[in-house]
């Protein structure tokens, strides 16, 4: 932490030690507490992005080579639930906690002592996740969606130790989701109508009442899974007068709210900075406004459209169908307003800003393919193919991921007073960009194929695709590595950041000094 947070720790007697261990255990300093979810988060991505290297190394070429395949179904379900519960939740969550306070003009989190807890229940909740490879039957195996039966009737007995890790992660995102609602709702400055809130603070907003509602839903159904497992019910036991499918009902009303929990808060990261870089204000604050709202909407009606193959009514795949579509477009606005943003406008492309173009152009792709997988009859193509692999990952890889890389970029000299190299930031962008689409576009070929997922053995026929597949896997993997050094070594020794940039003379005519300081503030001036 650098000199200027250190003081302001100090001042700020009443959020606990400023020094020591306790200062980390005990803090209720929102910026303490943002860093230990962004530092938990960024250790859980590497540990989810081993595993999903592991897949990866397997699927390099046809046959059995590293992994037998229960080992290899046991990495599909840890690698998907820690990737979206593991690292790109509290990602957002760390980013929520340093930034809403200081958005808002308020002093801390509303309740910062449970803000404190709710962070430290997910290393409890991980450790017992991740103890579940070591127990006898191994790690779950029935993919990060767990379906029932295969996470029932027929579920290794670490299911349990699952069970509870889901119910720790879900308190923690309630009691989080709490603390961002109570804050925005009561500790706004004087004047800041909800209407002059920053988009990341509308975007959270949104974001937690979502959480609110769906979280509840996934302790439900894995409180059923408890009692089909150990207490004879049959929820889910169609012997016993049950539904499986019932699960898939369930678990999908929680999930795809989930989706755009994750998606949400990028979107909020992405509008604070384009602005910045095109030196013009956000175009359609307003429309942002309805669109993430209305998003937040109508993701409550089109859980379906991933059951489409399961048997439901016509009505029902007719209903789940043209939902699906319609909440294309509230997402098309949004993209139209950034592109929008953007246009004739004074550009240039320092990390977080190509970070973010990124996002909108590859999330854009992904949603094209989510609006391919809506169409009831095509689905019944696709389903359970690389190709619903390749639509997700296009949706979550730039769309979350590079969403939280934009926000470190853009705010991490604000953060802890010292400036990143732009050159390596870069760098880092452009590795991950082609890794990751060298990594994810194959998967579309090899789906429309017919090449089924959470398989270790594949035809040959899919050799090639699955081979470049893997090497931009590892690309994309590896250079992470690199995003760790540019973080740790800004923090420690970086050049101090100025804003310097502030203050030439036309706002049209900038000059970019290096290492150059522009986020040190979150609004661009008002161009000439």
Same mark, same amino acid.
């Given at each position: 932490?650098?000199? $200027?947070?250190?003081?302001?720790?100090?001042?700020?007697? =009443?959020?606990?030690?400023?020094?020591?261990?306790?200062?980390?255990?005990?803090?209720?300093?929102?910026?303490?507490?943002?860093?230990?979810? !962004?530092?938990?988060?960024?250790?859980?991505?590497?540990?989810?992005?081993?595993?999903?290297?592991?897949?990866?190394?397997?699927?390099?070429?046809?046959?059995?080579?590293?992994?037998?395949?229960?080992?290899?179904?046991?990495?599909?379900?840890?690698?998907?639930?820690?990737?979206?519960?593991?690292? $790109?939740?509290?990602?957002?969550?760390?980013?929520?906690?340093? !930034?809403?306070?200081?958005?808002?003009?308020?002093? #801390?989190?509303?309740?910062?002592?449970?803000?404190?807890?709710?962070?430290?229940?997910?290393?409890?909740?991980?450790? /017992?996740?991740?103890?579940?490879?070591?127990?006898?039957?191994?790690?779950?195996?029935?993919?990060?969606?767990?379906?029932?039966?295969?996470?029932?009737?027929?579920?290794?007995?670490?299911?349990?130790?699952?069970?509870?890790?889901? =119910?720790?992660?879900?308190?923690?995102?309630? /009691?989080?989701?709490?603390?961002?609602?109570?804050?925005?709702?009561?500790?706004?400055?004087?004047?800041?109508?909800? /209407?002059?809130?920053?988009?990341?603070?509308?975007?959270?907003? +949104?974001?937690?009442?979502?959480?609110?509602?769906?979280?509840?839903?996934?302790?439900?159904?894995?409180?059923?899974?408890?009692? #089909?497992?150990?207490?004879?019910?049959?929820?889910?036991?169609?012997?016993?007068?049950? #539904?499986? $499918?019932?699960?898939?009902?369930?678990?999908?009303?929680?999930?795809?709210?989930?989706?755009?929990?994750?998606?949400?808060?990028?979107?909020?990261?992405?509008?604070?900075?384009?602005?910045?870089? %095109?030196?013009?204000?956000?175009?359609?604050?307003?429309?942002?406004?309805?669109?993430?709202?209305?998003?937040?909407?109508?993701?409550?009606?089109?859980?379906?459209?991933?059951?489409?193959?399961?048997?439901?009514?016509?009505?029902?795949?007719?209903?789940?169908?043209?939902?699906?579509?319609?909440?294309?477009?509230?997402?098309?606005?949004?993209?139209?307003?950034?592109?929008?943003?953007?246009?004739?406008?004074?550009?240039? *492309?320092?990390?977080?800003?190509?970070?973010? +173009?990124?996002?909108?152009?590859?999330?854009?792709?992904?949603?094209?393919?989510?609006?391919?997988?809506?169409?009831?009859?095509?689905?019944?193509?696709?389903?359970?193919?690389?190709?619903?692999?390749?639509?997700?990952?296009?949706?979550?890889?730039?769309?979350?991921?590079?969403?939280?890389?934009?926000?470190?970029?853009?705010?991490?000299?604000?953060?802890?007073?010292?400036?990143?190299?732009?050159?390596?930031?870069?760098?880092?962008?452009?590795?991950?960009?082609?890794?990751?689409?060298?990594? *994810?576009?194959?998967?579309?070929?090899?789906?429309?194929?017919?090449?089924?997922?959470?398989?270790?053995?594949?035809?040959?026929?899919?050799?090639?695709?699955?081979?470049?597949? %893997?090497?931009?896997?590892?690309?994309?993997?590896?250079?992470?590595? !690199?995003?760790?050094? +540019?973080?740790?070594?800004?923090?420690?020794?970086? %050049?101090?950041?100025?804003?310097?940039?502030?203050?030439?003379?036309?706002?049209?005519?900038?000059? +970019?000094?290096?290492?150059?300081?522009?986020?040190?503030?979150?609004?661009?001036?008002?161009?000439?």
């Amino acid at each position: 932490m650098s000199a $200027v947070v250190e003081s302001e720790l100090k001042e700020d007697n =009443h959020h606990g030690p400023a020094t020591g261990i306790g200062r980390w255990l005990f803090t209720t300093n929102h910026k303490d507490i943002g860093s230990m979810y !962004l530092w938990f988060s960024f250790a859980m991505f590497l540990v989810g992005g081993c595993m999903a290297l592991t897949i990866r190394a397997e699927l390099f070429q046809p046959g059995l080579q590293i992994i037998d395949p229960g080992f290899f179904n046991q990495m599909t379900t840890m690698h998907g639930l820690i990737m979206v519960f593991g690292a $790109v939740m509290p990602a957002f969550v760390g980013l929520a906690n340093w !930034l809403i306070p200081m958005m808002i003009g308020a002093p #801390d989190m509303a309740l910062p002592r449970m803000n404190n807890w709710s962070f430290w229940i997910l290393p409890f909740a991980f450790t /017992m996740l991740l103890s579940t490879l070591f127990m006898e039957g191994g790690a779950p195996n029935f993919g990060w969606t767990f379906y029932a039966p295969l996470s029932t009737t027929y579920a290794p007995p670490s299911v349990t130790y699952f069970i509870f890790g889901v =119910h720790m992660m879900g308190i923690s995102s309630i /009691m989080g989701a709490i603390n961002v609602i109570a804050t925005i709702l009561n500790m706004r400055a004087p004047g800041m109508s909800y /209407m002059k809130m920053p988009l990341f603070v509308w975007t959270w907003l +949104i974001t937690a009442f979502l959480l609110i509602a769906v979280m509840p839903v996934l302790a439900g159904v894995v409180t059923m899974m408890l009692m #089909d497992i150990h207490f004879g019910t049959s929820f889910f036991n169609a012997a016993g007068g049950g #539904d499986p $499918v019932l699960f898939q009902h369930v678990f999908w009303f929680f999930g795809h709210p989930e989706v755009y929990i994750m998606i949400l808060p990028a979107f909020g990261v992405v509008s604070q900075i384009i602005p910045t870089f %095109s030196r013009k204000k956000l175009f359609g604050y307003h429309s942002m406004v309805w669109a993430t709202s209305s998003i937040a909407l109508l993701s409550f009606l089109v859980w379906a459209h991933h059951m489409f193959t399961v048997g439901i009514p016509l009505f029902g795949e007719l209903f789940f169908m043209y939902a699906t579509m319609l909440i294309a477009v509230p997402t098309g606005v949004k993209v139209f307003n950034w592109v929008a943003t953007m246009f004739k406008g004074s550009i240039s *492309f320092e990390t977080p800003m190509l970070f973010s +173009i990124a996002f909108v152009i590859l999330f854009s792709i992904g949603g094209f393919s989510g609006l391919m997988l809506a169409i009831a009859p095509s689905d019944f193509q696709y389903h359970d193919t690389y190709f619903v692999v390749a639509h997700f990952h296009y949706v979550l890889v730039p769309g979350a991921i590079f969403g939280i890389f934009a926000a470190v970029y853009y705010w991490l000299p604000k953060w802890c007073g010292n400036m990143y190299s732009e050159t390596l930031g870069k760098t880092h962008f452009w590795l991950s960009f082609v890794g990751m689409n060298l990594a *994810f576009f194959p998967m579309h070929f090899l789906g429309l194929a017919g090449m089924p997922r959470r398989i270790p053995d594949y035809a040959l026929q899919f050799a090639d695709f699955n081979w470049i597949s %893997s090497v931009g896997a590892f690309m994309f993997g590896f250079t992470q590595l !690199l995003f760790l050094y +540019i973080v740790i070594s800004t923090i420690r020794s970086g %050049s101090k950041a100025t804003a310097a940039v502030w203050e030439s003379a036309e706002g049209l005519e900038w000059t +970019i000094p290096s290492p150059a300081p522009y986020h040190t503030f979150t609004t661009p001036p008002e161009v000439k």
